[in-house]
């Protein structure tokens, strides 16, 4: 089974920049997609973005879409997400997971990181 270790979190003000980051343990196989999920306190979690292994299609939700890019770097089996012009409302754990689509649904994601926490401040 797939391990996945996130990193990059952290304390930042409105309008600054993190990268996140997500190293998977084992093998990603071709057709696999990753993404990235937030969860808010007393919120659901939520899509934020995703990318096919290998094609490097990638997804957004509307919310993020311009100020967040999701990356790979395949040499590195690793995912990134460089998020920009962070908001408050951007303040949530983020989740990388793995799955065997590229989907915006959450049931579509077999493994699952920890979670690294990501504040804006106002």
């Known amino acids: 089974q797939v391990q996945l270790v996130e990193s990059g979190g952290g304390l930042v003000q409105s309008g600054g920049s993190l990268r996140l980051s997500c190293a998977p343990s084992?093998?990603?196989?071709?057709?696999?997609?990753m993404g990235w999920f937030r969860q808010a306190p007393g919120k659901e979690r939520e899509f934020v973005a995703a990318?096919?292994?290998?094609?490097?299609?990638?997804d957004y939700s509307d919310s993020v879409k311009v100020r967040f890019t999701i990356s790979r770097d395949y040499a590195k089996n690793t995912v990134y997400l460089q998020m920009n012009n962070l908001k408050p409302e951007d303040t949530a754990v983020y989740y990388c997971?793995?799955?065997?689509?590229?989907?915006?649904?959450?049931?579509?994601?077999?493994?699952w990181g920890q979670g690294t926490q990501v504040t804006v401040s106002s």
């Open positions: 990318i096919q292994w290998t094609t490097a299609s990638t």
């Open positions: 997971a793995v799955g065997r689509a590229l989907t915006t649904q959450y049931s579509g994601y077999h493994g």
């Open positions: 084992g093998r990603i196989f071709s057709d696999y997609a």
